[in-house]
């Protein structure tokens, strides 16, 4: 079956009544699990696994839940722009300019871009998906536990590149991840390690817990001691919808955010983190105005936004070609295919035609959704901004309590909340900036893995890690830093 | 299999095998099919088994293995070539498999056998109840069809039964792990 013929018999699948319904729930759903700090796209997946027992097709509950994890991708930008508060990792690094740019008035135009970005990039990654499945998924197989090695440790020096001010402490923070990312179940050996006898971190700590600390308790914490009676932020609100200029300004970030995202994306572990913030130092670096990003550039919102929605399309690659889940939210879905009966893998696309091609469809019809359901939206969530303070701040500490909480219904879950929210707390008033430590900490398993896959591979040599030519042509490319 | 050894011994260079987890069963038979051997195979663990499988078909290590489900579209499209079953009969999943047994390697594991238990002390009215439901359950049709579509082969045993199979293999693991030196350093 030819692409064309193909995508014809995937919309005539996509546009059945009952489709369409589950692909707007689910992109509704997932939009609204974005915005709210705490609740990520694999935790409401894997809380309606059961009611895709019940659906009659694999097509309408694949297109439902997907609807959810690319919904979810609009969603995450609003709280890191309007609250310095990302919801999910792939929207740490649009915290760093849509913070800025909503401090300066001008959150209507980020979250404005954050979603026409998203769009295009969202189309983009779906037209690549339709095209390219097959064989950019063979070439994905070519990455070893050397190539990831490579490919997260430049990852993690990009995160110190981007954070800031102080190389120095940019590094600091990156090890205070990578230290707090060894807690727990050693991967190679299988033994409990650094836990100081406590049951709550046997399985480690949580990375949403980590990050709703770190960002949003540690934000509030410093807040109180600002400005007690103010606001969040005190200017007025701005333009709802980005101006032709700002558009002009950034059509090249969200078409080279777009081309990152997706590529990344198709590589397994972690695609829309690396994606993002690929996206957010190729910005910084190609930009004429290199000295607006960190300060509220409207390039640094756009490519990394693009970025994690081509990743998230781009990350069913793996999944509808080779029967490779390569994040948790896409491992949800592999789970909803097995319960369908639809064993994910090399005969996905020629026995089940209609999965295939009915859920590429939907999304394509599903990215139109959500721009439609997202840009007259976004009053709505700059609405938010003009609540006190005093109100809002109890609020999504609440919140945060309630959403860590129900990650594995464990209070313990709470006290470490709290403990970041100290360590974020201390970490800006001595003025550190936090981005790393949590892109260090999620990146940590993969580098530790790799790491020590490689070694056993090699019997120990460290040669492996540069006579292969993709592991070798990441640290030339990390060479071009200027770190 | 037989090339494998002779390659490994000839040329005197380390196997390296993908295993899912460094507690999994696949790692035991690795280990087990070294120490039968004699030859020096170097498990990977990875983060379970769909990631072991990846790297396996990306050539990243020599030999690898998973359950049936894992490795079955794999087998189908060409990616994976089956050297052996690790069981002490023939998979039926896999009927042209042989065993690592009639290859002449002394070793077999039990494989990852699902069970259901009730908490103990449970009235022998419920156990005998459950037993029967599930008694039919695994001759239903519509639920042979999707294991067998999942390559996972049903072996009803009833409480007694299972009880007694599950001592075997609990003992015979352990002494396994014990023989094999296997620890968690």
Redesign the interface.
Known sequence: MGIFEGLFNGFSIALQGYNLLFAFIGCLLGTAIGVLPGLGPAATISLLLPVVYKMSSPATSIIFLAGIYYGSMYGGSTTSILLNLPGEAASVVTAIDGYKMALKGRAGAALGIAAIGSFIAGTIGVIGLSIVAPPLAEFALRFGPPEYFALTLVGLLLAVFLSGSSIVKGLIALLIGLLLASVGLDPITGKVRFTGGIIGLQGGFDFVTLAMGVFGIGEILYSLEQNIKGEIVTTKIGKVFPTIKDFIEAKWAIIRGSLIGFFVGILPGGGAVIASLASYAVEKRCSKKAEEFGHGAICGVAGPESANNAASSASFIPLLTLGIPGNASIAMIFAALMIQGVTPGPFLVKEHADVFWGVIASMYIGNLMLLALNLPLVGLWVQLLKVPFGILAPAVVLFTCVGVYSIANDTFNIYALLFFGLLGYFMRKLDFEPGPLPLAFVLAPIIENSLRQSLLMSGGSMAIFFTRPIAATHYLCARQLPV | MKELIDWAKTSNQ?V?ASVS???GNVNITMRGIGKVTGINI??????GG??A???L?????IVGGGSG?EV???I??G?LRPLAVDLPERDPAFPDVPTLKEQGINFYSWGSVKGIAAPAGTPKEVVDYLADVLKKVSEDPEFKE?MK??HQPILYMGPEEFQKFFKEAYDYFGKLIKDLNIT??
């Not at chain 2, 170097?42 to 983060?47: D, E, F, K, S």
């Not at chain 2, 078909?57 to 290590?61: C, E, Q, V």
Request: no cysteine; hydrophobic share 35%.
């Open positions: 380390p390296t987890t460094a507690t170097v498990p990977i663990p990875h983060q769909a990631q499988i990846t790297d078909i990306g050539g990243h290590a489900n079955a579209p794999h189908q499209a990616r999707s579509n999942l968690l350093q």
